[in-house]
């Protein structure tokens, strides 16, 4: 019983394009490689079994670290375009910020306008303005209603003292 194979199978047959990207191997550059061992290897001293296992635990620790970082990769895209959707709730809030450079203290209060997302890094662009990145920001407030400091915020006062209280025990009618 004779068995052929199609010659066309066999790797030196395959075009030799490399997809990997630089000098790193990929997963199809490590089968290529696992492929041509079995297919050149001694008839009378084939690889033996674990030799074979080792190879194809390699690989799959391989396969399995290239998905954790394309899933690492899109959880840190997925977390800086969520950073601007976090700060745009700071948006008209009052903040106080600061910094030292040089030894000179750089304060100040002011009132968010907009928040603007330059590479990786978060700004608030004040009233006035500046534009200062969040590690600067110090306190955050919500905007003062000028209302607030009026008698009328928490009911009604004629400007008298309310002495209308009284306490049973101080009558004396025994």
């Known amino acids: 019983m004779s068995i052929s194979f199609d010659p066309t199978l066999y790797l030196k047959n395959q075009t030799k394009e490399r997809t990997s990207k630089g000098d790193v191997l ?9 492929m041509t061992q079995l297919q050149n290897q001694d008839p ?12 194809m635990a390699t690989f799959t620790s391989l396969e399995q670290m290239t998905n ?13 375009a969520d950073n601007i959707l976090k700060y745009s709730e700071m948006i008209g809030k009052k903040v106080e910020w600061g910094y030292i450079e040089d030894g000179v203290t750089e304060t100040g209060v002011s009132i968010v306008k907009s928040v603007i997302q330059a590479n990786s890094q978060i700004l608030l662009e004040l009233e ?18 000028p209302q607030e400091g009026s008698d009328t915020a928490g009911g009604e006062s004629d400007g008298s003292s309310d002495t209308s209280t009284t306490t049973p025990s101080t009558d004396s009618s025994n």
């Not at 954790?68 to 800086?80: H, S």
């Open 26 to 34: 990929g997963k199809d550059d490590f089968l290529k490689i696992l």
């Open 44 to 55: 009378l001293n084939p690889m033996q079994d674990k030799d074979f296992i080792a190879q």
């Open 68 to 80: 954790m970082n394309k899933m690492l990769e899109n959880f840190i895209n997925t977390q800086n």
């Open 128 to 145: 006035d303005g500046t534009k200062i990145p969040t590690s600067f920001i110090t306190k955050v407030m919500n905007q003062e209603n």
